[in-house]
């Protein structure tokens, strides 16, 4: 029996056992109650530490609220729930929450949070490629985006961002974003804002063996991108949200690209711009204890959407695209997680622009160097995650406050992919398309501040190639 449950069971007991029982249940925490169901009510919330941050955004991401009525043995799990809301804000370094009582024995919930910094000007030096394991292979100082990004979070205190990129190098870039998280009273309608433009001297035209083809003319850009995109955000309930999104794109390609030579198929019979609305909803069931890295509860997110919106002459694609993932508390230190993802979408000819699947967004872990296209694919992720160790430091020689308090973890991990695309209309050569892929291989996760992820995984395919991949985010 597990040391929670042994102290519910001896409080249970020795509380019915007269007085030694209240002397007991006072020292482990507990408010004895004369009701036999042992509840207790809420009397106040009290939140130290955000100087900036309103307090009724703190409250939104809460489970509780003062008057309510909470089970005794609902404690704990409470606690660790309010932390784990409100670290998945990203608005503050550390968060600490406690339940306590007071001298008359009023019971309250305390919040003590570390915020970080919400200006931060920083410049832009980034590759451009799909990953940094393809960059690598090259190491081409050309293929460098650079520049500056100014983003301010915690507007107002308000969890409101505004963004403002200004980028030259291998892809130019200007691009604004603004996101309003909720407004109005209720706290349950949000929406945000981008707009961009990009243009590039170097385009991937084609996919042959598997690799992209690339073609490049320095003296005129060969792909321009005009996008506009607003969202709408409903969130009722704490983890379940819906989003609306209303986009617009403008693409426009440099007259080679059109060329039967490269690619006639490109932006479709020959092309050289592609004008399109698009409309999608978007539902998540989001029940994860960390959203950055993960290791209890579990995911669901469902997406349709059209592009064209049978108004454009450019392009007619319809998809849906399904996300189920869990995570699982094994033992002590120990975890595992399994997650699927499945994609679909119609007709059969598509623009090749659109005709991506795996090696983007989406891989199979050991296939970094690889993509896989296709209209429908299917990916299956497994993975075992072993805590090396895991604190909330407190390192006083940092000159910095707010980021004296750093909470840290190290995971290993074992792992096993597997993934299917179906390709009908651009497969030759590729020889990855329409075949079960799959890896398996081990690595090293560092978490810092619950969000900042660093991932070093060795990976062994199913064609027998190995190879070392570095990433910032969990695969899951």
């Not at 990953?131 to 107002?156: A, H, V």
């Not at 694609?317 to 508390?329: C, H, L, M, P």
């Not at 050991?366 to 497994?382: P, S």
Request: glycine content about 6%.
């Amino acid at each position: 029996m597990s040391s929670f449950l042994q102290k519910i069971v001896l409080s249970f007991f020795l509380i019915n056992s007269g007085s030694f029982g209240h002397l007991y249940a006072q020292a482990i925490g507990i408010s004895p109650v004369a009701d036999s169901t042992r509840f207790f009510t809420l009397a106040a919330i009290k939140i130290q530490g955000n100087k900036i941050t309103k307090d009724k955004i703190i409250l939104r991401e809460l489970p509780v609220k003062t008057g309510d009525r909470i089970a005794i043995v609902e404690k704990d799990t409470l606690t660790v729930r309010c932390k784990q809301q409100l670290a998945n804000l990203s608005l503050f370094n550390s968060v600490r929450v406690s339940f306590n009582n007071d001298s008359s024995s009023n019971v309250f919930l305390t919040i003590i949070v570390v915020e970080r910094w919400y200006i931060w000007p920083l410049p832009i030096f980034q590759i451009a490629d799909r990953n940094f394991n393809q960059w690598w292979i090259t190491k081409d100082p050309e293929r460098l985006n650079y520049g500056i990004e100014f983003t301010q979070y915690n507007m107002r205190g308000r969890n409101e961002t505004m963004r403002i990129k200004l980028q030259d190098g291998f892809t130019r870039k200007l691009e604004v974003a603004y996101t309003l998280p909720w407004f109005g009273k209720s706290q349950t309608v949000g929406s945000s804002f981008k707009a961009s433009y990009l243009q590039n001297r170097e385009i991937w035209y084609a996919t042959k063996n598997n690799k992209l083809l690339y073609f490049r003319d320095a003296s005129k850009p060969m792909l321009e991108r005009y996008t506009a995109i607003f969202t709408l955000k409903f969130r009722k309930h704490l983890y379940k949200t819906s989003l609306f999104n209303l986009a617009y794109n403008d693409i426009q390609v440099g007259d080679t690209v059109a060329e039967s030579t490269l690619n006639y198929d490109y932006l479709l019979d020959g092309r050289k711009a592609q004008r399109a609305f698009s409309l999608s909803y978007t539902f998540s069931n989001d029940r994860r204890d960390y959203r950055y890295y993960p290791l209890n509860g579990h995911l669901t997110v469902f997406e349709m959407g059209h592009i064209g919106l049978g108004i454009s002459k450019d392009v007619n694609i319809g998809y849906i695209s399904v996300i189920r993932n869990e995570y699982f508390k094994l033992a002590p230190k120990h975890y595992a997680s399994v997650g699927i993802k499945t994609k679909i979408s119609i007709p059969q000819k598509q623009p090749y622009n659109y005709y991506r699947a795996l090696g983007y967004a989406d891989y199979v872990r050991g296939y970094e160097y690889y993509v896989i296209d296709g209209r429908h694919f299917a990916l299956l992720k497994l993975n075992y995650n072993y805590c090396l160790f895991t604190e909330e430091g407190y390192y006083d020689f940092i000159p910095f406050n707010r980021i004296k308090h750093i909470p840290f973890s190290v995971y290993v991990n074992i792992f096993n992919d597997w993934g299917y695309t179906v390709n009908d209309a651009y497969k030759t050569s590729n020889n990855y398309s329409n075949s079960a892929l799959y890896s398996v291989g081990a690595g090293l996760d560092f978490i810092a501040f619950y969000d900042k992820v660093f991932r070093m995984e060795f990976a062994l395919n199913k064609q027998g190639r190995a190879g070392l991949y570095l990433h910032l985010q969990y695969p899951l």
